[in-house]
């Protein structure tokens, strides 16, 4: 008897989002690996992340790679990011817009979002920090004076509609951000598409936890998500963005000195690499990192994946 | 629609006609015939014009030839003789002439106070969101200067964006306000558009460009615009003084756009039905200047967000479980120092006043340090989406919301309260008032989608509390009655409640009347009222749909629901077996069933007994088999009050299978275990259910059931 290959039939699909000439992500049909049962469509992309200010927390090692004087300026890390490190796109956190930091203004803050948008073509993610009204402020001002569409957020479930709103008007695509919970992240996504936002412009980021620090949680979160988009949930489509850098680059492993961890540089690179993959693996379409070597090494495995399982081929 | 009104409607049309007419004439010469006609900075042209046809007007001949076209269109209406959809026609022509007119007066440079885009923007951010919470276009003038700034500063504390426009007989709110030195600006909420009749306009195409750029709308998808306006915009008209005919007929555009108008004068009302069946004014008045706004807003549904309480104490969820100690009370109300009792009741919307707290008795004041009064609480509620049904869920809620203020202490419900003011509380000037502005404050916050209105009475007089309490007791008793008798039968929608997926991902709880979740915090009235108020959230209605098979609680419906919620895994659902497709567990339950082999029976044992039970499992060990999500054939979380319903694992005999329990769940329950036996037909029954004082292993407990000659051990194995 001939053996017949048992295939899963998923009827659902992610939101395939245009974000420049270069960078599409979403479209697919099964996670990364599955080609067998359907289309892997998109490569996801890597996003590097950089500041409105100087990263005082950063480990020295991951200060050192990027040169400090670099990494003073915005508009230079943008550009490193983009031309030497590889960027896909630029993740601009706003960190020194929160009201207990710098507590840059709404209107500087637009200001030096646009100063990012002209230094590269890359996309460009742009999120303000600080309460929610210094947020919303910001919202407001870098929707309405972006010099190119932007992916703005982030949209939370007690503080989606100024974003929303502003987004609309600014005709940009919205991040929507949920504590790591298949129900909210599912009510976030109706309640923003209520107010007349198109589905097709949001993307998702489902809260990270680093390996070893709520990476599993976030992980079966994320397939959670995944596998209802795939059974055909209409408002699971999106496609999701996880800040893997972020939750790394802080843990006690890749700062204590200690010879049997290994190298300390290389610590904070292998964290951030196998967090970000395994995020890929459960579906994530836009990882952001810091480290350059990461880029390196995650786009190195996106390519292996994407070409051993010939998902690209079979999709076509 | 009232004779008198399309007449005037009109004859208001005719007079705009000829007013554009000849403000298109007059500037004809005036301007270069290529010059473009347009409001300045705006990529809308004129934003009616454009929302309605999708059309642009590029010059003053476009001008001369859509009033051609509107005058020919309508060259028919003479009469009155046309219906409601006729007239409102009529109102979008007048304003789209009047549109016109400004456009063309603008570019022929004179001063028209357009809203331009970027304030559009700065301000449609605020109203979408929600910070504005309503837009006013006031049309005409106050009666006097201190109305004037009485109804403004009204409007102002309510979040609400007023744009001033047109004048009465001579007079204008913007020169009454300006006289009363009110600052008018965009940070305090008010616009001046200008004092003539047609200034109106400007208001309502700053509105229109809202949903051309919120609504994702494109020009000339007139009857989409229309109804974004009239759903999400909350604009209404507030007519002061009087009106000409040339105001009606631009009332009549307004209520086109689905902006009500409320008139200080008697006109003629006007209503129709909305979806849900509710009369939706859309011309109406008040003649009493302290209640008009109060009227505007209740007229076009706007609530206005309060998240603060003011109250002269703290108040957060953190002081919730904070006690007021007997040496620090200034007043208590209940316990066993006096008569005690609250209260919630639904009444129509008519029937209550918004706002209204009404304290009938003592005052903290007037009573000595450290004693009692008798305290009634009345709470009357009233909403479009109310259901007497909610009334025990809004109760249940005076306990936590009166907890959150510090120095006050807030214990049982109904007609067994407790309640405790500190001396602190009372140094700082609560007083019995401000409960009631706590639960006025916190009803129309959290439940704003089915309350609309809140007016609430406190007494403590012992007199009128000796004449209501019968009343109340009454009404709780009718109540419990009607949960009682509900049962699954009489209903036709079930809800679910998917809240514990986050960590069960294919769990479902389907919520009956006779089965609540198997958290025990939800029974079908929560879910019922829960969607209600979060219609996205995660309590949905569930259509029984046909019987697939009654004994064990199947239908078509419900397995349709549970299998597309359960991510597609689970096919089947019943209701009320503990064998064939039992509904799954997420881990939150409150006491676990473990069928017992050799006895015939199953065994109950909840989350907080930690000892060995006769299974050979812990209560912890067993749910660790039990939840996660999946169907266990002989195992079932379930909710504590599950086990005295009458479906209560009813597919496999119920209560007649049930061998062992805790004791103090069986004194707990026993008064309704002893009435589910008599109903049974096996009086004595609970008496022969075995416990941890009697054994706590299988071979003792069957020794005791033979003994008792327990029924479970005739019925035969469960699996
Ligand atoms: S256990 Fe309670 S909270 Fe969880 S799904 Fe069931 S009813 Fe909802």
């Not at chain 1, 190119?148 to 502003?166: L, V």
Request: hydrophobic share 40%; glycine share 8%.
């Amino acid at each position: 008897m001939e053996f017949e290959k048992p295939l899963a039939e998923w009827k659902g699909q992610v939101q395939e989002i245009k974000l420049s000439d270069k960078v599409i992500i979403g479209g697919e049909q099964v996670f990364p690996n599955y080609s067998f049962d359907g289309k892997c469509s998109n490569k996801p992309a890597v996003a590097i992340e950089i500041n409105d200010v100087f990263p005082e927390n950063w480990p020295e090692n991951l200060k050192e790679i990027w040169n400090t004087d670099t990494l003073k300026s915005p508009v230079e890390r943008a550009k490193k990011a983009e031309k030497e490190f590889g960027a896909d796109i630029i993740f601009f956190d706003m960190i020194g817009t929160h009201q207990d930091r710098e507590n840059i203004s709404a209107n500087q803050a637009a200001e030096n979002m646009n100063a990012i948008l002209k230094a590269v073509d890359t996309p460009v993610i742009v999120r303000p920090d600080g309460n929610f009204e210094k947020q919303n402020k910001i919202f407001a001002k870098c929707c309405e004076l972006a010099e190119r569409q932007i992916i703005i957020g982030s949209a939370k479930e007690d503080n989606y509609r100024t974003i929303t709103a502003s987004a609309l008007a600014g005709n940009h695509f919205i991040i929507a951000e949920a504590p790591i919970d298949v129900n909210i992240q599912k009510q976030l996504n109706i309640l923003i598409t209520q107010m007349n936002f198109p589905l097709e412009r949001i993307i998702m980021d489902p809260m990270t936890g680093g390996l070893g620090y709520g990476f599993e949680y976030t992980y079966s979160v994320m397939e959670r998500i995944r596998l209802q988009t795939f059974m055909d949930d209409p408002f699971m489509i999106p496609p999701m963005v996880c800040c893997v850098g972020q939750e790394t680059w802080k843990i006690k492993e890749i700062k204590i000195e200690d010879e049997k961890y290994g190298s300390k540089p290389e610590r904070g690179i292998n964290w951030e690499t196998t967090t970000a993959i395994g995020l890929i693996l459960s579906g994530a379409n836009i990882v952001v990192v810091r480290h350059p070597e990461s880029v390196i090494k995650i786009k190195n495995f996106i390519d292996s994946i994407y070409q051993k399982s010939d998902c690209l081929q079979q999709g076509i | 629609m009232s004779k008198q009104i399309i007449e005037l409607a009109i004859q208001g049309y005719q007079e705009q006609l000829n007013n554009t007419k000849a403000v298109v004439q007059k500037t004809e010469n005036k301007i270069p015939a290529d010059k473009k006609i347009t409001f300045p900075e705006t990529a809308y042209n004129l934003p009616l014009y454009f929302a309605f046809t999708g059309k642009k007007i590029h010059s003053i001949s476009d001008a001369q030839n859509l009033i051609d076209e509107i005058e020919k269109k309508n060259s028919n209406i003479i009469s009155a003789d046309i219906d409601l959809t006729e007239t409102l026609d009529l109102g979008i022509d007048t304003i789209i002439l009047q549109e016109l007119q400004l456009a063309v007066e603008s570019s022929a440079g004179e001063q028209i106070n357009f809203i331009p885009d970027n304030v559009l923007r700065s301000l449609g951010v605020q109203l979408v969101s929600g910070d504005i919470s309503g837009i006013a276009v006031i049309i005409g003038a106050a009666r006097d200067e201190e109305t004037a700034v009485e109804i403004i500063r009204t409007l102002q504390e309510k979040n609400i964006l007023s744009v001033l426009a047109a004048d009465y007989e001579g007079k204008t709110m913007f020169e009454q306000l300006s006289n009363q030195n009110v600052e008018m600006t965009l940070d305090t909420y008010i616009v001046h558009l200008g004092n003539k009749t047609e200034s109106v306009v400007l208001g309502l195409n700053w509105a229109i460009r809202a949903a051309l750029t919120y609504g994702g709308l494109e020009g000339g998808q007139k009857e989409k615009c229309l109804k974004y306006c009239s759903d999400r915009i909350p604009a209404f008209a507030l007519v002061l003084g009087g009106v000409d005919a040339k105001k009606v007929a631009t009332a009549v555009g307004a209520i086109a756009m689905g902006f009500p108008i409320i008139c200080n004068f008697e006109v003629p009302e006007i209503s129709v039905k909305d979806d849900h069946g509710f009369e939706q004014k859309l011309l109406t008045f008040e003649l009493n200047s302290n209640k008009l706004v109060e009227k505007c807003l209740e007229v076009r549904n706007i609530k206005v967000k309060v998240t603060e309480v003011p109250i002269p104490v703290r108040y957060s969820s953190a002081f919730e479980g904070e006690r007021v100690r007997k040496e620090d009370v200034a007043l208590e109300f209940g316990g066993k120092y006096s008569k005690a009792f609250e209260f919630v009741e639904m009444k129509n919307l008519d029937e209550v006043e918004n706002g209204k707290i009404e304290v009938i008795g003592k005052k903290i004041n007037e009573v000595e340090e450290s004693s009692a009064l008798p305290l009634g609480i009345v709470v009357y509620v009233a909403g479009r989406k109310m259901q007497k049904d909610f009334e025990p869920i809004l109760e249940i809620r005076f306990h936590n919301f009166l907890n959150q203020a510090t120095g006050i202490m807030h214990i049982g419900h109904r007609s067994f309260v407790w309640l405790r003011i500190s001396k602190e509380a009372k140094k700082a000037g609560f007083k019995i008032k401000h409960l009631g502005t706590i639960l006025q404050t916190k009803f129309l916050d959290e439940f704003h989608s089915i309350i609309d209105k809140v007016e609430i009475h406190i007494y403590t007089e012992l007199e009128m509390i000796n004449k209501f309490m019968p009343t109340a007791e009454k009404l709780y008793h009718e109540r419990d009655q009607r949960m009682g008798a509900m049962t699954d039968e009489s209903v036709d929608v079930f809800y679910s409640c998917t809240l514990c997926q986050s960590f069960a991902p294919n769990h479902v709880c389907i919520i009956t009347p006779e089965r609540l979740g198997l958290c025990g915090a939800y029974n079908w009235l929560d879910g019922k009222a829960a969607f209600q108020i979060s219609p996205t959230g995660p309590n949905q209605p569930v259509e029984k749909g046909e019987v697939v098979n009654a004994e064990i609680g199947e239908w078509e419906g419900v397995n349709e629901f549970v299998y597309k919620a359960s991510n597609n895994t689970l096919e089947r659902f019943s209701a009320y077996s503990l064998i064939k497709y039992p509904m799954t567990s997420c881990g939150c339950f409150e006491c676990i069933i473990a069928i017992l082999p050799g006895t015939g029976g199953f065994m109950i044992v909840d989350r907080t007994f930690l000892e060995m039970t006769p299974c050979g499992m812990t209560f912890s060990t067993l749910a660790g088999v039990v939840g996660g999500g999946q169907q266990t054939p002989g195992f079932l979380g379930i909710g504590l009050n599950y086990i005295v319903s009458k479906k209560f694992v009813s597919a496999e005999g119920g209560l007649k299978r049930l061998v062992w329990m805790p004791s103090y769940v069986k004194e707990r329950f026993r008064e309704k275990l002893d009435k589910r036996a008599d109903e049974l037909v096996v009086p004595g029954l609970v008496d022969k259910i075995a416990d941890e004082t009697i054994c706590s292993d299988l071979a003792g407990l069957i020794e005791f059931l033979a003994e008792k000659d327990h029924p479970a051990l005739k019925m035969g194995e469960l699996i």
